[in-house]
């Protein structure tokens, strides 16, 4: 028989997925102990020592679970071992996400995560500390994209905006040898930045917010500590001095001819970004990955398709497509104006429609990597078709 003991619990946005509810499995070894219906209110309440709570407006009630585990047995696997409820709790974009005992010896420090080929540190109260270990290929596009970047251009270096813990810098690296410039404001995040880019190699930490200009700020921050989010100030009541510098003036100590891929992931903060890497644009033209996140640019004012017409101005022709997580859904070129703002309109804004796609993940090429697109785009296709013949459930 199995002893058991109790799981602490924290409360997060599960940023929407193209995840079908999956059928439960009873055999996974939890029970719910106790549920219990939290406000709005009570949520704001709960304060900083019960991890990161939601995003943006707190207009509906979260579940707060208690979960006992059967010692003994691992439900922290991969492929479709998803718990049971965040099966059913992702419908609505929430997640419970598992933490040790304080007496618990287990610390995010010494059970790394794998990532790419790569183990490194991932806090559990990340949300993609859950991400990685259910789903392996969680991002692993980028891996393949690097791939073939560094194959026409050997000398390349990589710049990794929004770096996070360095998840994607570790993607990277599993790719390809090039250099790594990663860049994170958040202070705490980037501690643990500056420890995997440890195992990563080959990787430069730089801890600043990016904008598309120089200067300090009054912003918002929301989800502090894990997936920094800036916001106007006007949404809450607490606001921060933040200091920015442009993406060009960053790298000034970096051939700008040698930039060939350009990662932007800064939760609705990616086309302030990219307008202050105007030079880079311009002279490097490198291959750029970010996201278009319709829920934090509607919170910026910028719920609009100006990041597209700046890439076309800037002589960007190809884009690739993908829905959270992975999954690829087209290619096309940034001259199709009428698709591109069929797939802005395709994702979802907060409160309209209540659905699963709340960003899309997209790729770029200047016109003169036309060839670097089209590789891009086959492999993109023969990764899909592969995980449809696997015969395991593409969770992508």
Same mark, same amino acid.
């Given at each position: 028989?199995?002893?058991?003991?109790?799981?602490?619990?924290?409360?997060?946005?599960?940023?929407?997925?193209?995840?079908?509810?999956?059928?439960?499995?009873?055999?996974?070894?939890?029970?719910?102990?106790?549920?219990?219906?939290?406000?709005?209110?009570?949520?704001?309440?709960?304060?900083?020592?019960?991890?990161?709570?939601?995003?943006?407006?707190?207009?509906?009630?979260?579940?707060?679970?208690?979960?006992?585990?059967?010692?003994?047995?691992?439900?922290?696997?991969?492929?479709?071992?998803?718990?049971?409820?965040?099966?059913?709790?992702?419908?609505?974009?929430?997640?419970?996400?598992?933490?040790?005992?304080?007496?618990?010896?287990?610390?995010?420090?010494?059970?790394?995560?794998?990532?790419?080929?790569?183990?490194?540190?991932?806090?559990?109260?990340?949300?993609?500390?859950?991400?990685?270990?259910?789903?392996?290929?969680?991002?692993?596009?980028?891996?393949?994209?690097?791939?073939?970047?560094?194959?026409?251009?050997?000398?390349?270096?990589?710049?990794?905006?929004?770096?996070?813990?360095?998840?994607?810098?570790?993607?990277?690296?599993?790719?390809?040898?090039?250099?790594?410039?990663?860049?994170?404001?958040?202070?705490?995040?980037?501690?643990?930045?500056?420890?995997?880019?440890?195992?990563?190699?080959?990787?430069?930490?730089?801890?600043?917010?990016?904008?598309?200009?120089?200067?300090?700020?009054?912003?918002?921050?929301?989800?502090?500590?894990?997936?920094?989010?800036?916001?106007?100030?006007?949404?809450?009541?607490?606001?921060?001095?933040?200091?920015?510098?442009?993406?060009?003036?960053?790298?000034?100590?970096?051939?700008?001819?040698?930039? &060939?891929? #350009?990662?932007?992931?800064? *939760?609705?903060? /990616?086309? @302030?970004?990219?307008? !202050? =890497?105007?030079?880079?644009?311009?002279?490097?033209?490198?291959?750029?990955?970010?996201?278009?996140?319709?829920?934090?640019?509607?919170?910026?004012?910028?719920?609009?398709?100006?990041?597209?017409?700046?890439?076309?101005?800037?002589?960007?022709?190809?884009?690739?497509?993908?829905?959270?997580?992975?999954?690829?859904?087209?290619?096309?070129?940034?001259?199709?104006?009428?698709?591109?703002?069929?797939?802005?309109?395709?994702?979802?804004?907060?409160?309209?429609?209540?659905?699963?796609?709340?960003?899309?993940?997209?790729?770029?090429?200047?016109?003169?990597?036309?060839?670097?697109?089209? &590789?891009? #785009?086959?492999?993109?296709? *023969?990764?899909? /078709?592969? @995980?449809?013949?696997? !015969? =395991?459930?593409?969770?992508?």
């Amino acid at each position: 028989m199995h002893t058991e003991k109790r799981q602490k619990t924290r409360y997060g946005r599960l940023p929407r997925t193209t995840h079908e509810p999956g059928v439960i499995d009873s055999g996974v070894g939890f029970h719910v102990e106790s549920c219990e219906l939290l406000t709005p209110a009570e949520l704001m309440g709960l304060g900083s020592h019960e991890g990161p709570l939601f995003s943006g407006s707190l207009d509906q009630s979260a579940v707060r679970l208690e979960l006992r585990e059967p010692v003994g047995r691992t439900h922290q696997g991969r492929g479709d071992q998803m718990h049971p409820i965040n099966r059913l709790l992702r419908i609505v974009g929430l997640q419970v996400i598992r933490l040790p005992d304080s007496g618990d010896s287990t610390s995010s420090d010494t059970d790394p995560t794998r990532v790419g080929e790569l183990d490194i540190i991932i806090p559990p109260g990340n949300p993609i500390f859950e991400s990685y270990r259910t789903n392996p290929d969680y991002t692993s596009e980028l891996g393949r994209i690097a791939s073939q970047v560094y194959a026409k251009y050997p000398d390349v270096v990589c710049v990794d905006v929004g770096a996070n813990i360095g998840d994607t810098a570790a993607i990277i690296r599993s790719a390809c040898p090039a250099p790594i410039v990663c860049f994170e404001g958040d202070p705490s995040t980037a501690a643990v930045l500056v420890k995997n880019a440890q195992v990563i190699g080959g990787v430069s930490v730089k801890q600043t917010y990016l904008s598309d200009s120089s200067g300090t700020q009054q912003m918002a921050i929301s989800k502090e500590g894990w997936n920094s989010t800036l916001l106007p100030s006007d949404l809450t009541s607490s606001a921060h001095t933040v200091t920015f510098l442009t993406l060009d003036e960053s790298l000034r100590d970096v051939d700008t001819q040698l930039i &060939k891929l #350009l990662k932007v992931d800064t *939760e609705g903060y /990616d086309g @302030r970004v990219l307008r !202050g =890497s105007q030079r880079i644009l311009q002279t490097g033209r490198p291959v750029v990955l970010f996201e278009h996140n319709r829920e934090n640019l509607s919170d910026l004012g910028e719920d609009n398709l100006d990041v597209f017409e700046n890439f076309r101005l800037c002589g960007y022709k190809a884009a690739l497509f993908w829905e959270p997580e992975g999954r690829f859904m087209l290619g096309a070129t940034l001259d199709d104006t009428a698709l591109i703002d069929d797939l802005h309109h395709y994702v979802d804004r907060r409160g309209r429609p209540l659905g699963r796609v709340h960003y899309l993940d997209v790729c770029v090429f200047h016109e003169q990597d036309e060839d670097l697109a089209e &590789k891009c #785009l086959a492999g993109e296709r *023969e990764a899909r /078709d592969r @995980r449809r013949t696997s !015969g =395991s459930p593409v969770r992508c």
